[in-house]
């Protein structure tokens, strides 16, 4: 932090992407600043602190639920609305996040803009087929939250553009989903393991299944292939299994190289297999 020259506070999205992409300066955005304080480059010397921009809000929109980038997993964890939407899974995951200091300063913003394997909205928010929209120089797109994580995506987040929003569509307000990470000791973060899992229930079939593991890269992955088992069938005990034997295969042939994967392996299988278990026993 020693070469920092400036510091701006934009209270507008135009005003801020313009300082960022200022030429004269080497700019980062700062948001709730819980990843800058520990990771912050001496090479930078212009703080855009994005706070101010106003980006704090959840709100329901053509029927989609938005949530403005710079909530902080306290305001997710307490609202009204992720409280409703999609069994409250936002909500739990928010409350998971380590400690209430960290949950009242960390934005979803933040949290999904650099992607670490222990973050829980990469995962959540893939799982849930969220959009995400990016203000940026010339203009403003909305992309798939996958999008974002694919190599060939053309932003840097926090250098060259601000995610301003995450949209989750309609289709998610009624159906099932989980948030789950379990780690061996509470302070073990190289133990960690997490899953976001979400499906829709029509006459007893899974609709749209979305299976996702995260923590065990720093971006998350989807397991289609235990996906296309589930999906448009009854989560009979047979299916079950068949799900999880695809689930294990998917994960194996991925060949991740994560410090203790086989147990994230094994306790992934095991949230994946109680969800199911959980969806199956209260649909008989
Ligand atoms: C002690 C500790 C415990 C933690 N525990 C957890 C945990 O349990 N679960 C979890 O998920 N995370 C955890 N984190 C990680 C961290 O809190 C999150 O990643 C946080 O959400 C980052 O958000 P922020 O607003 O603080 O980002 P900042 O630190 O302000 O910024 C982080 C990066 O993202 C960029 N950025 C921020 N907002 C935007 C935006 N709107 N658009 C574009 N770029 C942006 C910045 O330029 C910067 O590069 C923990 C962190 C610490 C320090």
Known sequence: MKNLKYYCAPKTIEDAVKLLCDKKCKSIAVAGGTLIAKSLGDWVDKYVDIRYLPLKYIKVSGGELIIGALCAFDEIDNNPLAKKWASGVLSKAAAKCSSQLIRNMATIGGNIAKPHSFNIFPALLFALDAK???????????????????????????????ITEIIIPSYIKNCAASYEKFSKTQSCWESYASCAFSLSLKKGKAEKPRIIVGALSPKPIRLEAAEG????????????????????????????????????????????????????????
Not at 229 to 254: C, R, T, V, W, Y
């Open 132 to 162: 995400v929209k990016v203000a940026f120089l010339k203009g403003v797109k909305t992309y798939q939250v996958e999008e974002i994580y694919n190599k060939n995506f053309p932003h840097k987040f926090g250098f060259d553009s601000i």
């Open 229 to 284: 088992i589930i999906s448009n069938k009854q989560l009979s005990p047979k299916i079950i299994e068949e799900a999880m034997e695809a689930f294990i295969g998917n994960l194996d042939i991925l060949k991740l190289s994560a410090i203790n994967i086989s147990f994230k392996k094994e306790i992934a299988g095991a949230m994946f297999k109680r969800f199911l278990t959980g969806i199956s026993e209260r649909n008989i």
